[in-house]
Each structure stands twice: as structure tokens, then as C-alpha cells.
């Protein structure tokens, strides 16, 4: 049989296969390059974390471990609730340990948090909030163990670099009961975050494609945990009305739907079921795409798109902003232009004004350090008060601005001392103002008073060995604007004892030690139950505490220490006057019952016998009445003796 006129069919079938969409995109060359299109996106994802559910515990503990890049950034934290878990009825601390001067705006609608982080790295706006100076950790083991003190860890998250944080204080009702930090950790509802720094958008030109539609690629990795969840997708393209040209490619793993928010025309291809914002509940069934970039740009040419406007991989997020100024244009590419001239810094001057924190001791002073403000892009030319005669001290790597309370254009409305901070900028024509205020502490009486019941009753500057002690430290005048903390307090029983340290970093020490809620007058609080045997017994001692002192508008604290004289004794050295009338009426009636218990016996016991002469009588009657007036004085003694000897 010839066959020769089959060679011709075959060459021609191989030629067909051969323009075959997956043989053109292997011949169709696609070089992917940085693009104009901006792509955010908020996740749940974390590079280590953990949630617990901790539904009776009377304190909440939330940790972030957030590192930057920058010397200086900038972080909106939000902390919210759910409407239908009500008013919050146990208390929230939120400890901030991060590695780089931070800006923090916080936002906790309604519910009360009380913060602990390190002052000299965190600056708080709005201030006001309960604060607590987080102590000096090597390792962050050491952070999780001093949070577990303060209350249960509801959550635990390491961030790089975040902008924004969500922090949601609902119940998470699948989660362990312990919260044990895990890599790649899903957060789920409990945080969400969002990055300082965009995604990387890529495109390139399909070549061999006529036309101009634009495809725009979403891919969304896998999470460490498998689960149904909704990703909503917004997208913002040039045209007013949308490019009928573009193509929407939404790839993920099968258990993702999308909600899309546009208000565009465009082709929409995804994984999974999507509906539209303003159809949340309508679901179109999507299409089995490849998990591939590179089989994701073969559908992109498959479905005629000669350009891929914006190609983004992302963990699994919850939300993404997709804008772009494209219309169907072509590859908006940003190379980089070349700088005839120098760019224009643009000074950050909120971030600049957050750093003018005064220091208050006997004098206002400011230090604004140069390597804060270098990578705020701010060239600080002048720093003075409202008197502009009182300027700033430039040194080598910071700026130092101080004034005593009664120079400088200082103004003082009772215990405030406030003044104005005027900051010139190289790049403002009108100089930048800040209030900045300071307690005259001197104005101020400090008072340190022990009492022995928790009534608080009557001052005592006695205390016995195993006895409770009850400390309240008070404050005068009160200033509404002031915040007051026990910073720390001990007691020194001399030289040949250790201090006794009852509260560090505003936390009791030891199980011996409470803090008590304040005085209906604001005065701090606590109790201590002192040692029962110490050797050498000690005899006096000092307490002493030291109180922080905040304004409600400053994140530093002022410091003051206040003492008192204690004499100490052994147990039973001292009575109280309960005790002493106690003693007192138990040896009366002890006396009176034993007088009438031998009158009894002697009534029943004497032989019947005649009358006798009254002489005859008198020896007996005589001799068993003084008896009895011995045991009755004997028995009287006990108490006494006891109370002697005690």
C-alpha cells in the first residue's frame, strides 16, 4: 500500500495542534515588570499567633509583637466588639512589644482597654488611656509568662511591618482553651491586619493578540487551614464607566467565594462562586482556572486579552483594593524617571509633632533625637517656646529645649504648667504649633499612711510580725486632669534584712501582696501580709512608694517618692482594744462561773451537823472562804499572765 499521500494529512494535523492555545502561550513571550496598578489587601494570616477562648476570666490579654523597618511608623489599632455580646464585663490588656519608635492611633469605641508597652517606643494618641510601663524582656518567653500573671492570653500575634490592625474581643468558639503561639498562624475573626508596604503588581504584553482588552489577575494562596470564607474583592479602575475590555481573573483555592464591589463593566472570571456587593446573596458559579502563573496568563490570552494589566499573588486575604489609572491604554508601566533635578522632600510634620513629648521633674524639657527625624524627610531649622528668645540647644544627634516653670512664657492655672512649642520647618513657610503641659509636682502633698483593717479606719505606724497590712497612698489637691499609679513600693527592714519589694512596674509582687480598688477619693490601695519569722527579728522599717503622675494630654509619667516609719513587733507584744476588753470580760466570767461552781460543791458536800456556837463555827467558815478567795484570784490571773507573756 503507497502512503505517501498520508504524509501531507499528518503535517497538516500537526500544524493545527501546534496553534493550539497551550502551544501558542509556550511560544508567546510574557516578561512580567513592576506596573502603576496599586493593589492593598487585609489578612488574617500571621507569621506566628495564636487564639484561646477564655470565656470566664476576669482580664483579657491580646499581645503583638510588631517589627518595622523604619526607625519611625505609624499604626491605627482599632479594638471592637460585636453589638450582640453587649457591654464587656471584664477588663482588656493590650500589650505592645515592638522594636522601633511607633505612632500609635487608637481607637477602642466603648470599651475600656488598658494598655502596657514601653513608653520611650510608643507615643499614644489619643492619650488618656490606663497605661502600664511594660518591664525590660530579653525574649519574648519572658513577655508571655508576665502577661500570664496580669490575666488569661486570649491572643498572641507577630506582625512585620503592619498599618493597620483589627482587633475583634468576640469569643472564639472553636479555639483551644491555652493560647500556644503556631507559625503561619490563621487568626480567623479575632485579628485582621493590613501591611505598610503594597503588594508587587506586575503585567506584561501578550504578543501575538490583537485588540486592547486588559486582564487583571488576582491569585489567592492557600491558608494553613482549610475553611469556607468570603474574600471581598474591590476594584477601581480609570474609565468612569469601566472598559468593556477588561477582564477580571479571580483564582483561589476551591473553599473562597468573592464578593466583588465595582461599579464597572468587565468580563469576570473566577474559582469558586462570586456575587456583587450590591447582590450579596446572588452566587454565580465560577470556573476550574489553573493554580499556576503561568497557566493563569495562558486563560488570560486564552480569553483574548493582549495585555495583563495587573498580576498579584497574596496570602489569603479578606479584603483587596485593586486601582488603577488604566483605560484600556495598554501597560501602564513606572519606570524609573531620571532626576534632573532633586525631588522634593515632603516632610511628615504629624509624625514630627507626635515625637514633642515634655519631661517633667523641676523644669519642662523636650529632646527631639535626629535619627527620628531624619526618615521623617523634616529639616528642623528653629524649635523654641511661645518666648522665642528661649531656643533649643542643637547637639549632635538631638535637639534639647528646656525652661523652669517660671520662664519661658509659662502659664500656670493651678498644679498645670502649659506652654506653646513652635517648630520651623525648611519646608513650611508657617512654623508648626504644639500645647505642651506639666504638673508642678512641688504644689503637690503626698501622704503614705498604714492602717491594720481593711476598713481603713485608723492610721497605724505599728505592725506585728504575720500581721496584714492595708496602704493607701493619697494625693493633694486632686486634679481631674491627673492620672495616678503605684509605680512601686518596699519595705526596708535594715541592713541585716533583704527588702521586702511588694509592687514593680505597677503589678503586686507576690501572692502576698493585692492591689485594692481606690478610695471613693481616688487614693491608691493595697495590702501585704508580712513575713511571721525573720531572722534577725526586725524592730523598725521604712515604706516607702513611689507614684506615677501622668496628665491626661502627656504619654510621660512623673515620678515621686513618699515613706513612712514603721515599728515592728514580735506577735503578741501589742493588743488592740478589742482584744484587751475580750481578755477582760473572759477572765470575769471565767471567775464568776468557777466562784459558783465551788459554791455548789461545798453546798452539797458539808455533813449535816447541829447547831453550833458561832466561835466553833468561824475557823472552817474562814478557812474554806479564803480557799475559795485564792481559786477565784488564781483563776483571774490566767488571762493576765497570758496577756503578759503573749
Known amino acids: 500500500m503507497d502512503r505517501s499521500p498520508l504524509y ?34 487585609t489578612t488574617s494570616q500571621v507569621p506566628k499567633g495564636c487564639v484561646a477562648q477564655v470565656p470566664n476570666a476576669t482580664v483579657e490579654v491580646h499581645i503583638l509583637f510588631l517589627e518595622f523597618p523604619r526607625e519611625i511608623s505609624s499604626l491605627e489599632l482599632t479594638v ?26 487608637l481607637q477602642h469605641p466603648g470599651i475600656p482597654v488598658h494598655l502596657a508597652f514601653s513608653p520611650n517606643r510608643v507615643f499614644q494618641e489619643p492619650p488618656g488611656v490606663n497605661t502600664t510601663q511594660l518591664p525590660a524582656f530579653t525574649t519574648k518567653s519572658q513577655l508571655l509568662n508576665w502577661a500570664g500573671t496580669k490575666g488569661a492570653i486570649a491572643s498572641v500575634a507577630e506582625l512585620n511591618d503592619p498599618k493597620s490592625i ?3 474581643l468576640d469569643q472564639a468558639p472553636r479555639s483551644p482553651s491555652s493560647c500556644s503561639p503556631q507559625p ?22 501578550l504578543n501575538g493578540v490583537p485588540g486592547h482588552k486588559e486582564a487583571h489577575i488576582l491569585r489567592v494562596l492557600p491558608g494553613p487551614e482549610a475553611r469556607p470564607r468570603t474574600v471581598t474583592v474591590k476594584v477601581e479602575l480609570g474609565c468612569p464607566s469601566g472598559n468593556p475590555d477588561s477582564l477580571l481573573i479571580l483564582q483561589g483555592p476551591p473553599y473562597v467565594s468573592w464578593l466583588i464591589d465595582a461599579i464597572h463593566s468587565m468580563q469576570i472570571w473566577t474559582t469558586g462562586n462570586y456575587s456583587f456587593k450590591i447582590f450579596p446573596k446572588n452566587y454565580v458559579s465560577g470556573f476550574r482556572l489553573p493554580d499556576t502563573p503561568q ?26 483594593s485593586l486601582r488603577t489609572s488604566s483605560c484600556g491604554t495598554g501597560l501602564q508601566t513606572s519606570p524609573t ?84 512649642v513652635v517648630v520651623s520647618l525648611l ?27 481593711p476598713q481603713f479606719l485608723q492610721a497605724s505606724n505599728t505592725i506585728e510580725l504575720g500581721q496584714q497590712g492595708f496602704v493607701q497612698v493619697s494625693v493633694s489637691p486632686s486634679i481631674p486632669e491627673l492620672m495616678l499609679k503605684l509605680d512601686s513600693c518596699q519595705l526596708d527592714l535594715g541592713p541585716e534584712t533583704d527588702t521586702v519589694e511588694l509592687i514593680q512596674s505597677q503589678a503586686a509582687k507576690g501572692s502576698c501582696v493585692s492591689l485594692l480598688s481606690p478610695s471613693p477619693h481616688g487614693d491608691m490601695r493595697f495590702s501585704f501580709l508580712l513575713r511571721g519569722y525573720m531572722v534577725p527579728t526586725p524592730k523598725a522599717g521604712t515604706l516607702s512608694c513611689t507614684v506615677a503622675l501622668r496628665l491626661r494630654t502627656s504619654f510621660m509619667d512623673v515620678h515621686r517618692t513618699v515613706s513612712m516609719s514603721l515599728n515592728i513587733v514580735s506577735p503578741g507584744k501589742t493588743l488592740v482594744l478589742p482584744a484587751v476588753l475580750g481578755i477582760t470580760f473572759g477572765a470575769f466570767l471565767i471567775g464568776a462561773l468557777l466562784t459558783a461552781a465551788l459554791w455548789g460543791i461545798y453546798s452539797h458536800t458539808r455533813p449535816p451537823r447541829k447547831r453550833e456556837p458561832v466561835v466553833a463555827v468561824a475557823a472552817p467558815a474562814s478557812s474554806e472562804s479564803s480557799s475559795t478567795n485564792h481559786s477565784i484570784g488564781s483563776t483571774q490571773s490566767t488571762p493576765c499572765s497570758t496577756s503578759s507573756m503573749a
Not at 493550539?20 to 509556550?26: D, G, N, R
Not at 496568563?297 to 479578606?318: D, G, H, I, T
Not at 513650611?428 to 503641659?437: D, L, M
Request: net charge negative.
Open 8 to 41: 501531507p494529512v499528518m503535517a497538516l494535523l500537526l500544524a493545527v495542534y501546534s496553534l493550539s492555545p497551550t502551544s501558542l502561550a509556550e511560544t508567546v513571550h510574557c516578561d512580567l515588570q513592576p506596573v502603576d496598578p496599586k493593589v492593598t489587601y
Open 80 to 105: 471592637q466588639m460585636s453589638k450582640q455580646n453587649g457591654t464587656l464585663s471584664r477588663e482588656v490588656l493590650l500589650v505592645l512589644s515592638v522594636d522601633k519608635t511607633v505612632f500609635l492611633r
Open 166 to 168: 483589627l482587633l475583634h
Open 184 to 205: 503561619h498562624m490563621d487568626m480567623g475573626h479575632t485579628l485582621e491586619w493590613r501591611p505598610h508596604t503594597e503588594a508587587s503588581v506586575r503585567g506584561c504584553r
Open 295 to 320: 497557566g493563569l496568563l495562558e486563560e488570560a490570552r486564552r480569553l483574548n486579552a493582549s495585555v495583563v494589566a495587573s498580576f498579584v499573588e497574596l496570602p489569603l486575604a479578606s479584603a483587596i
Open 337 to 420: 524617571p531620571v532626576q534632573t533635578t532633586p525631588p522634593k522632600e515632603i516632610c511628615n510634620e504629624e509624625l514630627l509633632m507626635s515625637l514633642i513629648q515634655p519631661k517633667c521633674f523641676n523644669d519642662m524639657t523636650l529632646v527631639l533625637k535626629k535619627n527620628l527625624i531624619s526618615p521623617l524627610r523634616c529639616t528642623v531649622t528653629s524649635l523654641t517656646f511661645r518666648d522665642a528668645s528661649c531656643q533649643a540647644e542643637d547637639r549632635d544627634d538631638q535637639f534639647v529645649l528646656r525652661s523652669t516653670y517660671s520662664s519661658c512664657g509659662m502659664e500656670m492655672t493651678g498644679n498645670v504648667v502649659s506652654n506653646e
Open 427 to 453: 519646608s513650611s513657610p508657617s512654623p508648626q504649633r504644639k500645647k505642651v503641659q506639666c504638673i508642678n509636682v512641688d504644689s503637690l502633698s503626698f501622704l503614705l499612711e498604714l492602717y491594720l483593717t
